[in-house]
């Protein structure tokens, strides 16, 4: 089942990965190999965008967990803008928001990685 | 002169009524989740709860229909996960049938995100925590040949 596009735009130390659609156990494989060519490429710092996003479920957000484990061993920092304020509110209930601050727009994710 | 009929406002669901009942089957196939997600958030709209109590029941029932499917029905897609939305005059109840025999006691316990990043847990785990923090009401019941039956209710 499709249901999550990524595309991934990548810069100097900083990659910004575009979600759109569903982040559920079917966004495993995608989601996973952002991260590994964003690395590839010597990125320090991954921003979500989450503005395309309608529906996380805790599939998707234990996706993320395993994106942080890998994030922390390899010193890369992650960010994220434009969580719905239900999905902000369910983040920060988990307590993801502590590991992957949420923005309020692409320039302050931005700003916040120090590029 | 004929009397005028008294007409409900489109949408609206008089609290008087008990009809408006909805049951759905669906197989134990991840994805399916959503038509019971969607359909318990329109009949939550139609009752008038706030935006963001729909999305919290859009949330509860969606990992309670994953539950159903995974523990449950063990993802055998022959066995149907049923779903019954009932309205009432001042709460909306959403009980999530499956064949199962309930939840292994270590679902129960709080997950804990640091031990998951650290590889110490399952990163998985988080379904029922989220149904337990997002509905008003939540009950599990077990019943022997018949298989498992989760109730959530949202009170207006």
Redesign the interface.
Known sequence: ?E?LQVHLRLEDKLAIVDLSGDV???AEKKLLAAYDKAVAQKVKCLVFNFSSVN?V???G???L??L??RS?KQGVALRAFGL???FQ??FD????L??IPHFTNEAEARASCGW | MPRKRRVKPPGVISRSENQGEVRLSLPSCIGYEKIAMEAAAAMARMMGFSISRVEDLRTAVSETCINAMEHGNKLNAANRVEVLIRPGPQSLMVQVFDNGTGFESSMHSAPHLEKKIRGEEDPRGWGLFLIKHLVDHLEFKTMPKLGHVATLTMTL
Do not use: R
Not at chain 1, 93 to 96: E, N
């Open positions: 089942m249901e559920t156990s079917f529906y479920n805790s599939a957000m234990s996706i967990i395993t942080l484990t922390q719905s304020p239900h509110k369910i209930m988990v307590g993801l502590k590991y």
